[in-house]
T-cell receptor, first 110, second 113 residues
């Protein structure tokens, strides 16, 4: 899982499988945002989940938030080769500056 | 769909030179940010900007850095005297209101030689 001090995780899956990645944080948050980054490229916003929300969906993406455990997960269902990327969680602690995790590298094998 | 744009995509400069990185945030957004990502490391917050002044800045954002919104569309990051360790990808982001999604540009890769 991602958090401030952990090494990034790598996940290799077959096309069509689901991919789950986790993120943990340290103190109360205002919101948590997930981003995708293709190699050396920009950050694409995926989903924002607020502290009073427990689950959100967007297409094949599902994000959960457990504030009691200070953790979030991102699930990609029915993965495609184009989902190959690094996925980052970023927390907004209420000061409007995002604190990013180290990222999860996902490789989807066709 | 509106997006954040950044120029140039890649900037190479000599140590000690000044560089200006440019961004055009999403047109109706009011909050602007700069982040950087050193190769292989986390994305790090540098500064946030609202109503023509800095709202927050990190410890990275020292006197060598400055930001400006010179007109109604551009948002710039200036590094006065670049160092080797300033080599990184610099991302501009914008949001409509605080606590909402921050949308990032494609980045400017700065290489300091």
């Amino acid at each position: 899982s991602q958090q401030g001090e952990e090494d990034p995780q790598a996940l290799s899956i077959q096309e069509g499988e689901n991919a789950t990645m986790n993120c943990s944080y340290k103190t109360s948050i205002n919101n948590l945002q997930w981003y995708r980054q293709n190699s050396g490229r920009g950050l694409v916003h995926l989903i924002l989940i607020r502290s009073n929300e427990r689950e959100k969906h967007s297409g094949r993406l599902r994000v959960t938030l457990d504030t009691s455990k200070k953790s979030s997960s991102l699930l990609i269902t029915a993965s495609r080769a184009a989902d190959t990327a690094s996925y980052f969680c970023a927390t907004d602690y209420g000061n409007n500056r995002l604190a990013f995790g180290k990222g999860n590298q996902v490789v989807v094998i066709p | 769909e509106p997006e954040v744009t950044q120029t140039p995509s890649h900037q190479v400069t000599q140590m000690g030179q000044e560089v200006i990185l440019r961004c055009v945030p999403i047109s109706n957004h009011l909050y602007f940010y700069w982040y950087r990502q050193i190769l292989g490391q986390k994305v790090e917050f540098l500064v946030s900007f609202y109503n023509n002044e800095i709202s927050e800045k990190s410890e990275i954002f020292d006197d060598q850095f400055s930001v400006e919104r010179p007109d109604g569309s551009n948002f710039t990051l200036k590094i006065r005297s670049t160092k080797l360790e300033d080599s990184a990808m610099y991302f501009c982001a914008s949001s409509g209101t605080p606590g909402n999604e921050q949308f990032f540009g494609p980045g400017t890769r700065l290489t300091v030689l």
